[in-house]
């Protein structure tokens, strides 16, 4: 059986993490498919991240940021999406194939989505699978690293409802940019879906 989202978030590092607590909490159904790359996971000591000057271990990191995602009711799966397809549907644009990591026996589920947000540089499949060409950023010295060709800030591709979060948009690779630049993905698809500009303001 199909389950149907609004957001699908492919890859669960800063900028990924980021856009989910800021969709979940404006209420639309999220979703986080995480096969545990990201880059910052193995970083024993993250110096550069504003507000924590003690430091902090990049795995801590990540799980403080998970923890926040779910208080927010987004979902965390640990899985690979196999295959992104565009639909037909205006509310549902895309179906996600997706193998779960914590099942014995391989199972694949679809998953449908109004959005969805590819926010890992280590898998690039659902990219090619839309078409959208990447090349190598030029704002990472080592050059192992890619972003979508004519990406920008905002994240968004040639096909709608798409959007890359994190280096894929060509920022600097720094912490707190992905974790900015994934929150102005989220932030764009809210004020989309309210037909107004979204503003969350502590209480």
């Known amino acids: 059986m199909t389950k149907y989202i609004d957001v699908a978030i492919i890859g669960g590092g800063i900028s990924g993490l980021s856009a989910a607590v800021y969709t979940a909490e404006a209420g639309l159904k999220t979703m986080v498919f995480d096969t545990g790359k990201s880059q910052i996971k193995p970083i024993s000591t993250v110096w550069n991240f504003p507000g924590i000057p003690e430091g902090i271990s990049g795995q801590d990191l990540l799980a403080k940021m998970k923890e926040q995602m779910l208080s927010m009711g987004a979902e965390y799966i640990e899985a690979s999406v196999r295959e992104l397809k565009q639909k037909e549907e205006a509310e549902s644009r895309f179906l996600l194939e997706v193998s779960s990591k914590d099942k014995e026996v391989d199972e694949v589920e679809e998953i449908s989505a109004k959005y969805v947000i590819v926010a890992s540089n280590v898998h690039l ?31 968004e591709t040639k ?8 280096l894929l948009s060509g920022i600097s690779t720094q912490s707190i940019i992905a974790a ?12 989309l879906e309210k037909g107004k500009a979204h503003v969350w303001h502590d209480k």
Do not use: C, F, H
């Not at 690293?145 to 905002?154: E, F, K, P």
């Open 125 to 155: 499949k659902p990219l090619q699978d839309m078409g959208v060409e990447t090349e190598v950023s030029p704002a990472v010295p080592s050059g192992k690293i890619s972003r979508v060709v004519g990406g920008s800030w905002n994240g």
């Open 159 to 166: 096909i709608p409802g798409l959007y890359v979060a994190g």
């Open 180 to 191: 900015g630049q994934g929150t102005q993905v989220a932030m764009d698809i809210i004020s």
